[in-house]
């Protein structure tokens, strides 16, 4: 079986608690490919599932942010 490069991970989308969250950035290094800041810093996530390539690292800024206001949604949180 191959995979596609540019397959996502079906229902799989990064979500952001605005109320935690403050503008560390970290996301946006470790998902830049998902994530952008806006010109406070402040992150805007791509309202699209998250490829799979990326999966990985779309867990890593999940766990990874110091405010703890991001977290995945859909069938591969784990």
């Known amino acids: ?9 079906p229902g799989t989308r990064l979500r952001l ?10 996301c946006a290094e470790l998902l830049g490919e998902h994530i952008a800041l806006d010109e406070w810093g402040y992150p805007i996530i791509a309202e699209r599932d998250i490829p799979a390539p990326l999966l ?11 405010a703890l206001a991001l977290r995945l949604e859909g069938a591969a949180r784990r």
């Open 1 to 9: 079986m191959t995979t596609n490069a540019t397959s996502t991970a």
């Open 17 to 26: 608690d605005p109320t935690k969250c403050s503008g560390h950035g970290l």
């Open 56 to 66: 990985a690292d779309a867990r890593r800024a999940v766990t990874d942010c110091p």
